[in-house]
Every structure is written in C-alpha cells, then in structure tokens.
C-alpha cells in the first residue's frame, strides 16, 4: 500500500521508532542548501498578474489581535530580525520589499516556556473585491521555522465567519522554509465572486521560533498551472514496500554502493500538484546522466487525472535504475500535463564501491557532541538491503572543533519498538589539525557485519569537557524521523537522562565498507608507544615491528602550529628522545605518519 503524500501518518509505517520519540528546540541551526538536491524554474510558467497587492510598508493597513495575552504578544510590522535566544539564529525574511518592511510573529522571543499558549492573527484592515473572479489564489513570501506551532491563512466573505487554509503543514520539528518561500493558497472557495473579501495571518504555539512574511498579494487562478514537491530517488513513497518486505524505510541514499542498488535500485517518486483551474491528465517523467553529461536511463509513470476535486497525488516512474559504472549521476525528474510542465527537480547521488551514506555532502550547520553538559551520541539511520561488513565510519568534523579532543563511533541496529540496540565501539580517535572542517575515518576493530533487511543507527559520541570540544556537520533535511542525537545531560528537552531526540538534520555520518579503513591501525597501532605521558616535556616515542619506510614525526600545538618534526627512514623499529620541556603546559599532538598512514596521540605537558 502506498504512502499517501496528504496522509502524514502513513509515513511512519516505515519509519522506525523510538520509545522515547522526543524533539528538542535548539540553537543549532542548518540552512539546509546543497549541490545534492535542487529544483530549476520553468519560466514557462504562466501567472495572472495579481489584481490586489501589499508590501506591509505601512503598519496601519493591518491590525494586530493577541487572543492569549491581551496585546502583550502579538504580531509587529518593522524591519527588526528575530531577537529570542532560539529565533534569532534565522535571522531576517530576505523578501523582495524587506527593506521597507515585513510582518513577524517572534514566538521564541514573547514567550518564556512551554506552558505559554500563544493565539495572535494580523488582519487587513479593508476587504478586497474578488467579484470578477471565480478562481483565486492569495500569494505572500514567507520564511518560517517550525517547532510545535501551526500557521494559517484565514478568509472571509462576511467578516464573521473564517475559512482556514493551514500553510507550511509540509515542515517538520526545526525544520525551517526557505528564505522566502513562495506560499500561493487557493482561497476560491471562500474568495471566488465574492464582492467582500477579509483575509488574515494567524499563528498558533506555545514556545516556539518565528514567522515572517511580506509581498501579499491577490491574483487570478491560472487556468494551466502545476508543481512538483517531495521528489526522492530511494522508493520513499512507494517502492519502499516493494523491497526487503516493507521493512525499511527507502531512504535517498546520495552515496550509495553497488551491493546495495543490486536489491534496492534508484526508484523516482515526486508529488504533483495541479496549481490551475483546467483538469490536467499529469505524468511522471526522470531521466539519469552520468558524468560525461550522457543520459543513460529514462522512464515516465502511468498517467492520474488532477483536476480541482482532486488536485494532488503520488507518482511513480514504472521503471528503476540500477548503474552498471561508478561515477557521480544526475537525476532529473519532472511533471507533464496536457497543458502545463512543472519546474525539474535534480537529485545527485554518488555510485561507489564502499561508501554508503544520505547527506548532501556540503555542510550546512552542525550539532555539538562533546559538550561542557556531557558527551552526547549523535547518530543517522542507514539500511541495508543486502548483507555487508562496516570497516568504520566516516564523520564530518566542524571547523569549529578543538583539536586534541577524543571521540568514538558507535553502530547501533535500530528497534521498532524500543530504543536502538548497541552493537559496537570504536577505540577513541583524537583530532589533530587537519581533521577540522574535513572528514575521518573511525575503524572499528576487526569491521562489523550488518545485515540485509535491517535498519542502523550509525553514532559518533563525545566525552563531557569544560568546554565545548567537537561539532559535528549536518547537511540536508531527514526524510521522517530518522537521525538522532542521545542527550547525555545537557536536557534537550524533558526527558530523562540518557533519552533520544530526533533531529530534521542529515549528520554526515557515513558506513564505509572498505576493508582498507583498518590500514591504519594495521600499519603502526600497537606498536607505538609514547613514555611518559603526561610528562615534564621530555619523552620517548617508540615504533617496533613497524613496516620498513620513511617516518616522520610532527608535533602540533592546540592551535596547529607546528613545534616539532623529525623525519628518518625506519626499517623494524626506532626509540627517539624528545624533549619539549621550554614549551607552554598543556595539551600537543604528535603525529607519526608513513607513505600509506598516519597515526595520532594526544601528550599532555604538565
């Protein structure tokens, strides 16, 4: 049975759960753009030119009514930016007229917790007359990031009676809409012929983040008009419950490898929209290129007639596509009516050997995992359709980071019922200098086998410090409730200690299926050894049983700078005497590194 775009429950039946399925409000704050996932503008498209218009210039046009806290929380027409400590990070709507003004409803800033039931809508003062037009729709630009609220588009013909039409119900907790965002409503069944027209901006929350809009703007329902929205490439909507029993999810993996497409190959799905009056007989279209820019698949979907009764549905193209080469594809996927095509959405996704991963590979923000608060786990579901072994884990680490700070990757199998079930650990890694803002590879010992039909959590943990020490990069929106992050005592939310939250970030956590991941480890670990440590700045470093090859050896202080090196060729083993001792107390990293690895150690100089 396929999930239904208007039907939101019907995600979840192949989403797993949690027990403790909380969401967190924070600071964090991603914009979520990438060369991974884009839709182009069909300037084809045809728009009656509005016949009402206002940029929100003049506050006194509009009237602002705050039903929960007597005027003290209500709506503002200026040119302020959000100001809460959650809200501000948005920063202003960047819409058209934003210089001469923009409505906002600063949720995070009015209220102070949760119990705080806010009710507020901003009105235009006169009606509007639609009389001449049986078909309409009311535009704005919006930009509005999401926790536990709801806004709305309200109309009425008498001034008495409200008609609401809910606007950004498609966002999830923290998820923001782009900045602006577009929001067309058709309102005719309220509007259409009616000679007195009221409309209205309602917002409804409690504690939450913030609502901007500007550009208001009444025209004429195009006769030929459609959108495409929710365009995947991993069987989201419908395909999923062709593969592995409907067990998982069908995730959009963008790098995916080879055992895995041969089960579960690239299925394109989107949602069309029928924006117009005139019925259009809509079809699904995707074609694939490679990277020499050569198309090497096509497909279209059956056709579904969409008209104003029923004016949006699911499609699916009837063929899916397994690659044959490696390489970086690019996948176009576009709607076709009898008198309209919509805008083209272009997915990427990588083909490879190993590495398997859904971010958008352009960090867009970051979590924080070692924190002052405690050392939290920050984790992204992966499937696996066909069995495999995980070698290590590859993680983003944020530029803000701190070098010498240690971490560990875990893999947990996600439990429908339940809280993930731990699997494994890593040995700590410790960050040097060139691992911030760039990817590492965490092996684990002897690799962990993952199995078809199963779905996993793949971790990267912290440690709790005086300060914040490592972040980790999140790029691209979470199809459904999927990546997570285990608050070890820094109360994201209400939840005991130890719970997990999900988050609408991808973290750029990636399996690696490469036996090679553990070259590293097979090279020098073991038989490196650094006495004393902690020292007075004087110590040994050691190598036995190492592979005949030119060493060097680097020490770094917290700011990369470089206050050691020594290089020489070694061919079984090496005992070398540095002494440090006119440096600064605290923490260095020193770096041994061959022709095929390089291997890190934090020394403390006490």
Known sequence: MKKIYLSICAIAVAVTSFAQQNDVKTTDFSLNTSKFHWYTSNEDVSKAPPFWTDDLSDASLWTMTDYAHAGTQNWVIGTAAPSGSFSNGMGAIASTTAANGFAMYDSDALATSAANAQDATLAFNNSIDCSLYQYVNLSFESYHRVFHDSVFVEVSNDNINWDRYQVHSDLGVNDASDNPEVISVNISSTAGNQATVWFRFRYEGEWDYAWMLDDVSISETPNNAASISDAVQGGWWVNYANVAGGALAGFDFTFNTNSQLAVNPYSFEAVLHNNGVAPQNMMLHAEVFNDQGTSVFTSTSNSILLDMSHSVDTFACNNTFTPTVNGVYEMRIWGVGDSIVTDTAILISVVNDDIYGRDWNQAAGSWRVGRDCGGMVLGTSLDIYANETVYALQVHIDAESVIGTSLFVALYENDASGDPVYLTQSDDYTLTANDLDNWITVPFDGGQDVFAGTSYLATVGGYANP????????????????????????????????????????????????????????????????????????????????????????????????????????????????????????????EVSNSESTISEKIIIE
Do not use: H
Not at 499 to 515: H, K, L, N, T
Not at 559 to 573: D, Q
């Open 467 to 590: 300060v914040d020490t490592f972040q980790v990069s999140v790029s691209g929106n979470s199809q459904g409730a999927t990546c997570w992050i285990q608050d070890n005592g820094c109360n994201l939310g209400s939840g005991a200690f130890g719970d997990w939250y999900w988050i609408s970030d991808i973290p750029m956590i990636r399996m690696s299926f490469d036996p090679a991941s553990l070259d590293v480890d097979n090279v020098i670990a073991g038989e490196f050894n650094i006495f004393p440590n902690p020292n007075n700045g004087v110590f040994t470093v050691e190598l036995n049983n190492v592979k005949a090859d030119d060493y060097k050896i680097t020490v770094t202080n917290i700011l990369g700078e470089t206050v050691y090196t020594s290089s020489k060729e070694i061919t079984t083993l090496t005992s070398e005497r540095i002494d440090l001792s006119d440096l600064s107390k605290g923490i260095y990293m020193l």
